[in-house]
């Protein structure tokens, strides 16, 4: 267990990196993911972890796009490209791996201010 929440605290600093982000700041749509800690927390097969990044690069890519939208559909296109992640992690990820990865995600989008 302790295990499991320093990875999930070490997939959160690796998604948001080290710095606080203000809330009108165009940096909390930028992702930066680090495939190795992401793989190793989700202990990710090798056919895992080749359609996780391509996941990741899809999702890092529509986040930035929400970012560069309209501010009235921002919010709108943020939560989207969060709900098309977690369908396609789905697909790839088992249960438990699943898990450690909503618990990821729902830390990285609180600590970026991407949920109001």
Do not use: C, H, W
């Amino acid at each position: 267990m302790i295990l499991t929440v320093v990875a999930v605290l070490s997939m959160t600093t690796a998604f948001a990196g080290n710095d606080p982000i203000e809330g009108n700041d165009m940096n909390i749509y930028e992702l930066n993911v680090n495939m190795n800690k992401l793989s190793e927390t989700l202990k990710l097969t090798d056919g895992q972890q080749f359609e996780v990044e391509g996941i990741m690069d899809t999702f890092a890519k529509e986040l930035k796009e929400a970012g560069e939208a309209d501010e009235t559909f921002r919010q709108e296109k943020v939560n989207m490209a969060i709900k098309k992640d977690i369908q396609k992690m789905r697909r790839v990820l088992n249960s438990k791996q699943m898990r450690t990865y909503l618990r990821v995600l729902n830390m990285t989008v609180y600590n970026r201010g991407l949920n109001k």
